[in-house]
């Protein structure tokens, strides 16, 4: 029994050690991931401050000469204000358009019988294996057909349906409990009604969490608006990063433009994303579900 309880002491004295290395292990382990993912940004801050021959010293990790200068040449020289300006209202119109569409379609989906509902629901989701790139040839077709060529409603439109959206929507309004809806029938509220009164209040987490995905998706577009658009000045911040390649002295590319340019275009859905992020993880969570 004596040898028993002194090893079990033993033991005791010795655990919380253990405990503490294994969590000092956990946290360095997190240091060092969170770092190395932000490498890239703190390289790309550091490069932005920098003239092109700093930029090509390797050993020059440090604050450049040129400040904050290099911000505004991006924001004055290559009108990157306006493409800012472009991104912004796109996003915008894209993300209001998307969340409105994709509320009618769930309510529709959730709360109306119509035959064949459940392939419709279906034709839906198989819209996902079809993402704009892939069908890039017959929307430029369409918009050449349309007369919306070089114009905002080209870049937007194609973007306003998503299936995901519908999906997330309709999932998060199949659990709401079903006396809410019998007794707005018994009340004799209208679809509409029982929409915004409702189902949108109820929907806040759910609303912001797809406003903040769509935001950051439509912010990023390149390739559908670098074929669609002609006009220079109607470009998005980043087709926009890609006219600043063109910047060169002598010979060499102005790494510490293009970094300016891209730390201000990250600005805008990092503190829409600083802001909602707690809706943001909500949604990631139902929709692992």
Known sequence: MATRSSSESALARLLPGDV????????GGLAVS?????LPLLLALIMSTQNTTEVYQITNVG?????????GT??????????????VVMSVIIVVGKVTLSLFAALALVYYRFPYERAVFMFILLTLLLPVPVRIVPLFDLMARLGWGNTLMAITGPYIASATAVFLFRQ?????PASLVENAH??????????WKVLIPMSRGMIAGVSVITFIYAWNQYLWPLIIMSDQNKQVV???????QAASQSGLTRWGIIMAGAVIALLPPLLVLIIMHR???KTLAIQQK
């Open 34 to 38: 969170i770092f190395l993912m932000g």
């Open 279 to 281: 809706p943001l993880l």
């Open 20 to 27: 503490d290395a294994e969590q000092a292990l956990i946290h």
């Open 172 to 176: 998060h309004f199949m659990s709401i």
């Open 186 to 195: 018994l009340d004799g509220v209208g679809p509409l009604t029982f929409l």
């Open 74 to 87: 991006v924001l004055g020289e290559y009108n990157f204000g306006q493409y800012m300006i472009n991104s």
């Open 238 to 244: 980043q087709v926009g990063l890609r006219f600043l």
């Open 63 to 71: 604050i450049g000469s040129q400040g904050l200068s290099n911000y």
